[in-house]
């Protein structure tokens, strides 16, 4: 029996460790591109690229792979999958066969399409962070292009190193797509305080090693960063006629239209209740816990057992200077948001509701409200302005109300 798992980030090594801990005895096979041993991501834009010698947080120690019996195979190009015969053609020519396989080749980096756009450097990968870090080090002055989590991080992490940094964000507003406008106000005053540029509604049009043209000014650079985002990695599942659609369609269970072939982590597009009616998230909780859930129906189908479904309470995290920004639900624009008074001076946390019903919090440095809206949007129960006000926006004493 074996599982082949492409993909070596959260999502890959968390379903290689769980697969592990159902059954002592599956063959395990972990693919990997990249050199390096699985490394955590995150803390490329919140610590690595700041230290002049950066080094990788590992995931797990090599021992581990080896005393634990998973094959994991770096440096390994994948060219293609063939479904027909539940193989994988890597680029060396060799061939390895799986009887169920896990697809968590993640995201890749999206480029910048205008004049010079290959001169910014981007951060996705150890490499990236080990030559980002050494620009950054000898630069004077910055420009980052993309007002979202990764552009903040990088902006803020940069002017803590007395670096002189300006932001480009094409829209009306940093964060604009991923929180409440207010709390994405409340940052950028923050950025702004601390000495960052901020510029909005700001399009770069051309790239030099010495400028960056926008629609609004000329801005002298030393060094341009572009964090616009990412995009899903579906070169191997589309050559495998996998349906595709903003990642890799997957079923409630994690299975594509392939049911020996999963999708998990920041490819996977999983039936959510959202707008759209589907959900893709980049982040690592909805990697480890897509990877517990598909471990286990690998297994399942072994046994011959029911299926799992995927039902999570998404969140996420980002540390831009010296903010924690922690985000849980799905939230919406459109939403009716709702500020919680009478908080600790430096604190915001902000409440989104639709058809008054709460369906996602944004917290700064509030660790607690995070943790007590995790738990108010997992309790299953209606939870209104009314219960809000109730408990006069204490959520640690409404959720010890419905516990």
Not at 93 to 119: D, F, P, S, W
Not at 158 to 163: E, F, H, Q, T
Not at 176 to 192: E, L, M, N, T, W
Request: hydrophobic share 35%; net charge positive.
């Amino acid at each position: 029996m074996s599982v082949v798992i492409i993909g070596a980030g959260h999502a890959g090594v968390a379903a290689a460790t769980a697969l592990r801990k159902l059954d002592k005895d599956i063959n395990i096979t972990l693919i990997s591109e990249e050199k390096n041993l699985p490394y955590h991501r995150p803390p490329l834009s919140k610590k690595t690229v700041y230290s002049e010698k950066p080094s990788c947080d590992l995931l797990l120690s090599e021992d581990y792979y080896i005393k634990n019996n998973i094959k994991l195979t770096r440096n390994s190009p994948i060219e293609d999958i063939d479904p027909e015969n539940n193989c994988i053609n890597l680029a060396s020519k060799e061939l390895i066969h799986y009887e169920q396989l896990i697809i968590a080749t993640g995201v890749e980096r999206c480029k910048l399409k205008m004049n010079g756009g290959e001169l910014a450097k981007t951060l996705y990968s150890m490499e990236d962070a080990y030559s980002l870090s050494k620009s950054i080090s000898t630069a004077k002055r910055i420009t980052v292009i993309g007002g979202g989590f990764i552009g903040c991080e990088i902006a803020s992490g940069s002017r803590k190193l007395g670096k002189e940094v300006t932001l480009l964000e094409a829209g009306p507003s940093i964060l604009g797509r991923s929180v409440a406008p207010i709390f994405a106000q409340k940052v950028a005053k923050y950025h702004k305080s601390q000495g960052i540029n901020i510029l909005t509604n700001c399009k770069a049009l051309s790239i030099d090693n010495k400028e960056v043209k926008t629609n609004l000014k000329i801005i002298s650079t030393d060094l341009t960063i572009a964090g616009i985002g990412v995009t899903p990695n579906v070169r191997l599942a589309t050559q495998a006629n996998l349906d595709v659609d903003n990642g890799v369609v997957v079923n409630k269970y994690l299975q594509t239209n392939n049911e020996n072939i999963f999708a998990i982590g920041d490819i996977s597009n999983f039936p959510f209740n959202s707008e759209t009616g589907r959900l893709r998230l980049e982040s690592i909780q909805n990697a480890n816990d897509q990877a517990k859930t598909v471990a286990k129906n690998v297994i399942a189908i072994r046994l011959n057992k029911q299926l799992l479904k995927y039902s999570p309470i998404p969140w996420f995290w980002s540390d831009q200077g010296d903010l924690k920004l922690q985000m849980v639900g799905i939230g919406n624009l459109n939403a009716k948001h709702h500020v919680l008074e009478n908080q600790k001076k430096g604190t915001l946390t902000v409440l989104h509701f639709v058809n008054d019903q709460l369906v996602a919090v944004d917290t700064m440095n509030h660790g607690l409200n995070h943790i007590c809206g995790r738990k108010l949007l997992s309790s299953n129960q209606r939870i209104s302005i009314e219960n809000i006000n109730k408990f006069e926006g204490n959520l640690k004493s409404l959720v010890n109300h419905l516990h």
